[in-house]
């Protein structure tokens, strides 16, 4: 089991304080007919608990609580949960209780051991599962359709399956079952291995994904209101194998994988363009590092090729597969995308950060239902965007994410709903120029309540009416209520204005329920 920075620090605190205590021992013996002697000496005979000093239970030779205390914590410094059982970890915490005035008397603090204990039984014997569940109802008013539209969606249905093993814990497994109607199916949309590999790296075998571009994302919105777009190339499902080294500065980070015939991590929103599957029948490679130069400045590098001779991004039909393009599809020859994040915090409640990515590639064909790209060649390219992420401690009622980018015509993101994101629309790549603008505040009022307000704006060039720019928007407010630890509910209201002539409303309200377990 991993040793925590704060039970290392117990060891030599205890153990720097042992001579000093011991001339001034304040604590009295602990009878020789006590049970912790032998409730650790159980332990340490189902080699759970070692690190305490030789002799101390040998013989139920007489102590004193300082002395149990601090062995105490030593143990739970190394204790190997592999070895444990339900009854072994109830007698763990009735330890902790027994010594809670002592071990807070040695500057240990007990909530701190409490957690530890807390993880190790949710551990037991190597396997962690949990889980996530978010219920939506959903109302849905469009211009085009006055009738309203209501359904029952799950939007998350998740559960994880994990597990540790080895020395130090440096084996893991986790696989997640993805049951979510946005997934189509019930299946193992992650799957895989970590391990110890050459020069102290790490190295992730199976189905999984790597979000290399979250601190650029938009923040300040509850949980239970999120509807913010995805990242633009990284944080989808990939089969193949990653590589992570950390040093110093950082972290470096690479993946060799085969992404075609991926059907759960890039899937489409229905109300964009109603298919199920996606494909893209190429080989992917990716390099990134990430590298924090102080506790204000960090840099971001990265950069991702899809390598193939007919690499196409489909979205087909389950009864069209393999059929001619359709709305939604793309075909290049080959995809390069690198980019560059500066992140720069002010102080702990203020930060800039700015991103920056270009592409390079050869695209033949690209459709999607306003436009039409045939036998074209674009060669590259880019997309921008800086962002002010101030916390809600320096203005103290509010938090606010403001955020202002560009994408140059073509630009294509991993999903549907990358570039233009709203419950009723959306683009995974930029039918032309395009600017936008998002404003995010969010309010969290107490441990039970939050609310947040946003805008997105946007301007297309020469995509409206008499080629005027298209200027989609969406305005939306909500309120979060966490019930308990386990479920939080909200409730949300998105006003989208996303027609090419600028008549269309649509109204959507959202109420969803999401558990944890």
């Given at each position: ?52 000093p030789d002799g101390l239970y040998k013989g139920k030779q007489q102590t004193t609580r300082y002395e149990m205390a601090s062995a105490l914590a030593r143990a739970l410094a190394v204790v190997d949960m592999t070895k444990a059982s339900k009854q072994d970890v109830e007698m763990l915490k009735k330890l902790v209780v027994e ?392 409730l949300n209201y998105v006003h989208v204005k996303s027609d090419l002539d600028g008549t269309d409303n649509d109204n959507v309200v959202r109420f969803r329920t999401a558990v944890s377990f």
């Amino acid at each position: 089991m991993k040793k925590l920075a704060v039970l290392i620090a117990v060891v030599l605190v205890a153990a720097l304080a042992a001579p000093a205590l011991s001339e001034t021992n304040p604590f009295m013996d602990v009878p020789m007919n006590h049970w912790a002697y032998d409730a650790i000496g159980q332990l340490a005979a189902h080699g759970i608990l070692s690190g305490y000093p030789d002799g101390l239970y040998k013989g139920k030779q007489q102590t004193t609580r300082y002395e149990m205390a601090s062995a105490l914590a030593r143990a739970l410094a190394v204790v190997d949960m592999t070895k444990a059982s339900k009854q072994d970890v109830e007698m763990l915490k009735k330890l902790v209780v027994e010594f809670k005035d002592e071990l807070e008397a040695l500057g240990v603090r007990v909530d701190e051991l409490d957690e530890r204990v807390a993880v190790l039984e949710d551990r037991l014997g190597g396997w962690h599962i949990h889980g996530d569940l978010a219920l939506d109802i959903n109302y849905q008013k469009n211009q085009e359709s006055p009738d309203p539209d209501g359904e029952i969606t799950f939007d998350d249905a998740k559960i994880w399956i994990e597990r540790t093993w080895g020395e130090d814990d440096e084996y893991q497994f986790v696989a997640r079952l993805n049951g979510g109607d946005y997934a189509r199916e019930v299946a193992f949309d992650r799957f895989y291995v970590e391990m110890p590999f050459f020069f102290d790296s790490r190295l992730t075998l199976g189905r999984f994904a790597w979000n290399w571009e979250k601190d650029y994302k938009v923040g300040g919105i509850p949980a239970t209101g999120s509807w913010l777009g995805d990242t633009q190339i990284t944080d989808w499902q990939w089969n193949g194998l990653g590589l992570t080294k950390n040093f110093g500065l950082g972290t470096v980070q690479a993946v060799v994988a085969h992404s075609g015939g991926d059907r759960y991590g890039m899937n489409n929103r229905a109300a964009t363009i109603p298919t199920v599957d996606t494909f893209w029948n190429d080989w992917m490679f990716m390099l990134r590092g990430s590298f924090q130069f102080t506790e204000q400045f960090a840099l971001d590098l990265g950069g991702q090729a899809f390598i193939g001779d007919n690499a196409d991004r489909r979205y087909t039909d389950l009864d069209n597969v393999g059929e001619p393009y359709q709305n939604g599809d793309i075909h290049f020859k080959n995809l390069w995308t690198i980019f560059a994040g500066l992140r720069f915090n002010f102080n702990e409640n203020v930060a800039f950060k700015g991103i920056f990515y270009h592409q390079d590639m050869n695209l033949e064909q690209a459709n999607t239902r306003t436009v039409t790209w045939d036998k074209v060649d674009r060669d590259n390219a880019n997309h921008w965007a800086v962002m002010f992420d101030i916390k809600q401690a320096l203005l103290k009622f509010t938090s606010v994410w403001l955020e202002y980018g560009q994408y140059k015509e073509g630009f294509i993101a991993r999903s549907g709903d990358s570039i233009f994101y709203a419950p009723t629309f959306g683009l995974y790549f930029a039918p032309d120029d395009m600017k936008y603008w998002r404003v995010v505040l969010g309010q969290e009022w107490n441990d039970k309540w939050a609310t947040h307000l946003f805008y997105y704006g946007y301007k297309v060039d020469n995509m409206g009416n008499d080629g005027k720019d298209w200027k989609p928007a969406e305005f939306g407010l909500g309120v979060q209520y966490n019930l308990n630890d386990y479920t939080t509910m909200g409730l949300n209201y998105v006003h989208v204005k996303s027609d090419l002539d600028g008549t269309d409303n649509d109204n959507v309200v959202r109420f969803r329920t999401a558990v944890s377990f």
